[in-house]
């Protein structure tokens, strides 16, 4: 079975920095290099009275983060295609940043497909990111 | 057990539209009505050769499209705190102006808290709209 793009679930408690939009926006652009994605788009909405929001839209589809700090919780979700880096060196620049007490984490495949019926998409385990024009990872439409 | 959000996880597949900026746009703003949601920002990402990003950034979480037309195939989340409406009205825009020939859907609940930690929390299956000030649905700090 292969799958398009890979959805990583955090489930962050006990965290630190929640309320800061600096900390957020720091996030997203730091997982954004760890994960080695092309960023296009980020930003971040403040709450009131508390929490943030960001997101990062990428080419291989969005990282996104929202903070409760009345609770300590933080839920972040990485949906990725096509990169290649490991997702964990995502989920540890969230341990510096927010300093969770304890993260779940579970992954879901998205676009899981069945081979007999579709055959030209790379697995998303181990995606050739020197092909520029992947179909998974996909080029922009303009420059942002 | 009792949650902070609830994400509904949809894969669509035989869909039709899935190259059209305004579609996804339609989609995302139909689904805020259908949910209920207030909505801080829509913006929609096309690709090149073929496929469209669109979120929606609202109070209570996001929304989220991704399109790969070249597989027929959508993923969509659906991330909401405090929302009153059955997700299923969100799903019904989908069919409408996507008309997959399938859908796969699963729901995680997002910040399960144990009762005996935290009782401050509502459930997520009937929360109050009621309150303006919910600490679950926020107030953006700023007018979009």
């Known amino acids: 079975m292969q799958a398009i793009g890979r959805h990583v679930i955090l489930e962050m408690w006990g965290c630190q920095n929640l ?4 900390t957020a926006e720091r996030a997203l652009r730091e997982m954004v290099v760890a994960l080695d994605v092309n960023l296009l788009d980020l930003r971040v909405y403040p709450f009131s009275p508390v929490g943030v929001t960001g997101i990062a839209i990428v080419s291989e589809s969005h990282l996104v983060i929202h903070t409760w700090p009345e609770y300590g919780y933080a839920a972040v979700d990485l949906f990725t295609c096509g990169a290649v880096r490991d997702p964990q060196d995502a989920v540890n ?22 081979l007999g019926e579709h055959t030209e998409v790379s697995t998303n385990t181990a995606p050739e990111r020197a092909r520029p024009r992947s179909r998974l990872a996909r080029t922009p439409a303009y420059s942002a």
């Open 93 to 114: 620049v969230l341990r510096r940043l927010f300093k969770p007490d304890r993260i779940g984490v579970m992954e879901i495949n998205r676009g899981q497909m069945d």
């Open 19 to 22: 309320e800061s939009v600096e």
